[in-house]
């Protein structure tokens, strides 16, 4: 008999959300453990359940799901992670796998096509569209990381990116450094000039590239 995997889903829209839930438990093998609409309460159940699978809208209210994925790794390191997204993307599928996603489904996709790609990873298999493999992205291998990153942040721009990083909206940061909402808005725009960003998908991104080496430095 199969293991019962624990699931937990990240879905920005309720009903959508509890579509899937319905769709996973007439499987006998999935079991629906937690359900959330924000990056934030998903990462903590994660760290509860310490789920088999999580599936997890690319969209959330605190920004793209880049950020959580590195993190829902560290906090349960053989959960598998897939991206449900309105964008059949090669490009997007690769920087999501090379993030530690397991796979992405399209929010079109059918049911059958959901545990199928579910089922897959029991076995150790990550599951495509058949249409990528037409694509001229697909041959294109991944930009490799530039060998040395230097950026310079002061100390309350660190402050305010570590925050970033942890999920924290920008009201608290405002209010935990005693300044206003609209001096974060300053902040971000002088980090993003340094960290050579425009969104804060890539801020958290680089920024996090920007940590590693400084650590592997000291």
Excluded at 38 to 66: C, F, N, W
Excluded at 84 to 94: A, M, P, S
Excluded at 145 to 159: A, G, I
Excluded at 182 to 191: E, P, V, W
């Amino acid at each position: 008999m199969k293991k019962v995997w624990q699931v937990v889903i990240v879905d920005i829209h309720p009903t959508s959300m509890l579509g899937t839930k319905l769709i996973l438990e007439e499987q006998q093998d999935l079991s629906v453990r937690g359900m959330t609409s924000t990056g934030t309460e998903g990462l903590e159940l994660v760290s509860l359940h310490k789920p088999d699978l999580i599936l997890m809208d690319y969209r959330l209210p605190e920004g793209q799901a880049d950020q959580y994925i590195s993190r829902i790794k560290e906090l349960s390191k053989d959960t598998h992670i897939i991206i449900l997204t309105d964008e059949d993307n090669v490009k997007l599928f690769r920087h999501l796998m090379s993030l530690g996603a397991s796979g992405m489904l399209s929010k079109q996709a059918s049911p059958s096509q959901l545990i199928h790609l579910i089922s897959g990873l029991r076995e150790g298999y990550v599951s495509i569209p058949l249409s990528w493999l037409d694509s001229a992205d697909w041959g294109q291998p991944s930009e490799p990381p530039s060998e040395q990153y230097t950026v310079e942040l002061t100390e309350t721009e660190t402050f305010i990116m570590e925050r970033i990083v942890q999920g924290v909206t920008y009201d608290k940061i405002a209010s935990e450094i005693n300044v206003s909402r609209r001096s974060i808005d300053n902040y971000l725009r002088k980090i993003y000039v340094k960290l050579e960003v425009s969104s804060r998908a890539q801020a958290i991104e680089r920024y996090a590239l920007h940590a590693r080496q400084s650590k592997t430095v000291s």
